[in-house]
């Protein structure tokens, strides 16, 4: 029963996905303060939001779930094209509502080479206001500032150019190279 429920949503996501509609609202707006997190990752331990105040821009990019088509070519293009985002004195991670066995299989999967984020309890996702009808997140990337604050929220994010973008966006914010 389980496994057809997720079925269910990975196909409720792909097309969802395909058909490019946004399920995304949200009251947070740029200038606001970024909700404090503290998650699970891939990587090993957790990460807490407010351990990069005062040291480093912060991008969190929100995905719906782990091994769906949409979720897998932004992983990889995060993955292949990791350099360009790199470049830039950020520290990036994905984040979704999967348990994190799920992020792990999912990461060694697409070889992702950063910190993918688990939010099952969906604490977070919902202080993010991502968490859509469909109980997982949009697609979202917020650009958070060193000091704590919002300084873009991106929700027509193209998969397969993710990388690109973001670092095209960190210029745009005019945050620091290395």
């Given at each position: 029963m389980?496994?057809?429920?997720?079925?269910?949503?990975?196909?409720?996501?792909s097309l969802v996905t395909f058909v490019g509609c946004?399920?995304?609202?949200?009251d947070l707006k740029v200038g606001d303060s970024a909700p404090n997190f503290n998650l699970q990752?891939?990587?090993?331990?957790?990460?807490?939001?407010?351990?990069?105040q005062g040291k480093q821009a912060v991008v969190l990019?929100?995905?719906?779930?782990?091994?769906?088509?949409g979720c897998t070519i932004e992983c990889k293009s995060l993955t292949e094209q990791g350099h360009l985002i790199r470049?830039?004195?950020?520290?990036?991670v994905m984040a979704s509502v999967d348990p994190i066995d799920d992020n792990r299989a999912f990461a060694e999967k697409t070889g992702a080479d950063f910190p993918?984020?688990?939010?099952?309890?969906?604490?977070t996702a919902k202080a993010y206001q991502v968490l859509n009808m469909f109980r997982v997140a949009s697609r979202v990337t917020f650009y958070i500032s060193k000091e704590g604050k919002i300084l873009k929220i991106d929700d027509d994010?193209?998969?397969?150019?993710?990388?690109?973008?973001?670092a095209n966006n960190l210029a745009a914010l005019n945050i620091d190279k290395k």
């Open positions: 389980k496994r057809n429920i997720k079925k269910s949503i990975r196909l409720l996501c946004s399920a995304f609202a949200s990752a891939t990587t090993g331990g957790f990460y807490q939001l407010s351990d990069y990019a929100w995905y719906p779930m782990a091994n769906t088509r470049e830039y004195d950020v520290s990036y993918m984020l688990s939010d099952p309890t969906k604490a994010i193209t998969p397969k150019s993710a990388a690109q973008d973001i």
